[in-house]
C-alpha cells in the first residue's frame, strides 16, 4: 500500500491552512476586542476629548501671552540689575568720599590734641 505524493501533498497542505485560520480568527477575535475597548474608550470620554479639542486655541493663546510676560519681565529684571550695580557703584563711591573726610576730619582733631 503506497501513499499518492498528492495526496500527502494536499493533507500537508490542508493541515497548514487549517493552522493559518486558527492564527487568523485568533488575530481577527484580538483586533475585534481591541476596537471594542477603543469604541468604549471613546464613548465614555468623547464629551472630555471634545471639550479639550475646542480648548486647545485658548490654552495656546494663553501660553503665548505667558511667554511675552515672561520675556518682558525678564528683560525688567535684566534692567533692574543692571541699576542696582550702577546703584551700587555711585554709593561706594559715595562712602569713600565719606570715609576719606572722616578720615581727614579725624587727623585734624588728632593733631590739636
Do not use: C, Q
Not at 493552522?19 to 465614555?44: C, E, G, N, P
Not at 470620554?45 to 471634545?50: F, R
Not at 493663546?61 to 520675556?71: I, R
Not at 550702577?86 to 590734641?113: H, M, P, Q, W, Y
Request: hydrophobic share 50%; net charge positive; no cysteine.
Amino acid at each position: 500500500m503506497y501513499i499518492n505524493v498528492y495526496v500527502l501533498f494536499f493533507v500537508i497542505l490542508a493541515t497548514l491552512g487549517t493552522i493559518a485560520l486558527v492564527f487568523l480568527i485568533i488575530f481577527l477575535k484580538r483586533i475585534s476586542s481591541l476596537v471594542h475597548k477603543i469604541d468604549t474608550f471613546w464613548d465614555s470620554n468623547s464629551k472630555d476629548i471634545s471639550r479639550t479639542i475646542k480648548m486647545l486655541p485658548e490654552v495656546t493663546e494663553n501660553v503665548s501671552k505667558m511667554t511675552d510676560n515672561l520675556n518682558l519681565v525678564s528683560e525688567t529684571a535684566t534692567e533692574l540689575a543692571a541699576s542696582v550695580i550702577d546703584k551700587k557703584s555711585t554709593i561706594i563711591n559715595g562712602l569713600t568720599v565719606i570715609k576719606n573726610i572722616l578720615a581727614i576730619i579725624e587727623k585734624l582733631f588728632s593733631r590739636k590734641n
